[in-house]
């Protein structure tokens, strides 16, 4: 038996989540969350959701892991990190079933969820600048980008996935206390390494789950337009990327550098390159230092 002392979840930096402080929190009748569980280890949130998704499981529910072992971002790319030291967590969000639980709203037309994993960053990282007090901006589409030392780094990240005709699992991963010797890559950060005058998981985890609840709840209250619900518009005024050299990486292989122009309605990121504006709606997206496209 591993020694208390050693044991991975002994860390007095990195203590539990309180499930049940959590829950009293934030699954109220008002709210659109209707149950909050935390597991101390999981593969990945966004399957276990997706599978009690296809039992049936009520919009709303949320799932919460200490630690990830499968946890995967966009691309398949895997998201790994010590025990406690981030929030990793999925919330099931049913958008295409009338909104019982989001004020009774009609289901919102599938072309319109293309928004969720946007309306997540916002939600998101204007609950950490709120919380943490750390500034948090947006990378086209979904990642969560904070500055150390005058770069930027990738703090988290949103993956959202359909599941079945009417519902979206959307999953977040964000780095809250993990030390330099623990990053999974150079250009990765946490908000410790921000500056957060504090990591306490259980406020920001709330925090994040309210901004998130009011976000949806707007983006339902108007059919999913984003532009009615200030969302295209919250997202553009975040997002760093926007003004920017950027390369846009496609799939199948091609790529197309310009200028990041704008997010459309449909929250594809508009390039502006020699031959015009093109719109992307998928693709990895690299920031460019100036005149590294030329």
């Known amino acids: 038996m591993t020694p ?5 979840w002994s860390d007095l930096d990195r203590p539990p989540l309180n499930a049940v402080a959590l829950r009293r929190a934030v699954v109220t009748p008002e709210a659109v969350w209707t149950s909050l569980d935390v597991v101390e280890a999981t593969g990945s949130t966004n399957g276990d959701l997706a599978a009690r998704a296809a039992q049936g499981a009520p919009e709303g529910a949320v799932l919460v892991a ?32 009338d909104g019982s639980a989001a004020g009774g709203h009609r289901p919102v037309p599938v072309h319109r969820w293309g928004w969720l994993p946007l309306l997540a960053g916002v939600a998101t990282a204007t609950a950490l600048s709120r919380a943490a007090g750390v500034d948090t901006a947006l990378k086209w589409p979904n990642d969560l980008l904070v500055s150390v030392a005058g770069e930027e780094r990738k703090m988290g990240g949103i993956l959202a996935e359909r599941s079945g005709d009417s519902a979206v ?37 709330r925090a994040v789950l309210r901004s998130l609840d009011q976000w949806y709840r707007a983006w339902r ?12 518009q919250t997202y553009a005024a975040g997002c760093a990327t926007l003004g920017r050299q950027v390369r846009a990486e496609l799939p199948g292989g091609q ?8 997010v459309d309605g449909d929250g594809r990121l508009v390039i502006a390159g020699p031959q015009g504006e093109r719109p992307v709606g998928a693709g990895d997206i690299v920031h460019l230092r100036p005149n590294a496209g030329e």
């Open 169 to 205: 699992v959307v999953g977040v991963g964000l780095n809250v206390s993990l030390r330099a010797d623990e990053l999974p890559v150079p250009t990765a950060s946490s908000l410790a390494l921000a500056g957060a005058p504090g990591t306490d998981r259980d406020p920001l985890l």
């Open 66 to 97: 200490e630690e990830q072992t499968a946890g995967r971002g966009r691309l398949d790319r895997r998201w790994t990190a010590p025990a406690r030291s981030g929030l990793f967590f999925s919330v099931l969000l049913r958008p295409g079933e």
């Open 4 to 8: 208390p002392s050693s044991s991975r």
């Open 255 to 262: 790529a197309l550098t310009g200028t990041a122009v704008a």
């Open 221 to 232: 209250a108007e059919d999913g337009d984003p532009a009615a619900c200030r969302l295209q």
